[in-house]
Nanobody, 127 residues
Framework: QVQPVESGGGLVQAGASLRLSCAASGRTFNRYTVGWFRRSPGKEREFVASITWSGGGTSYADSVKGRFTISRDSDKNAVYLQMNSLKPEDTALYYC????????????????????WGQGTQVTVSS
């Protein structure tokens, strides 16, 4: 079982950038779509971005398009979320998740398609 581990969160001011990292513990996740989700206080968990196993397909939530970029490095067995122009409304606990099935060609936006979840890394953006 692939267990994702997130890092890179922190406290920043609005307009700043952060890069979140997701590493695989136990096995490689180079065969899986990997996604980022977030949960803000008092809100439901929401999709942020995802990337297919090949890196050739990506999906983004409308709220982050043009500001966030998801990428992966197969050699390092890692997935990244570059977050630019951060806003206070981006404040949330960010989760990395690994898809249930291997070799999928669609970068899913649905939480039900992801089977393994990390513990999350906190991102706080002050105004």
């Amino acid at each position: 079982q692939v267990q994702p581990v997130e890092s890179g969160g922190g406290l920043v001011q609005a307009g700043a950038s952060l890069r979140l990292s997701c590493a695989a513990s136990g096995r490689t996740f180079n065969r899986y779509t990997v996604g980022w989700f977030r949960r803000s206080p008092g809100k439901e968990r929401e999709f942020v971005a995802s990337i297919t196993w090949s890196g050739g397909g990506t999906s983004y939530a409308d709220s982050v398009k043009g500001r966030f970029t998801i990428s992966r490095d197969s050699d390092k067995n890692a997935v990244y979320l570059q977050m630019n122009s951060l806003k206070p409304e981006d404040t949330a606990l960010y989760y990395c998740a690994v898809a249930q099935f291997t070799w999928t060609t669609i970068a899913s936006t649905q939480a039900r398609d992801f089977a393994s979840w990390g513990q999350g890394t906190q991102v706080t953006v002050s105004s």
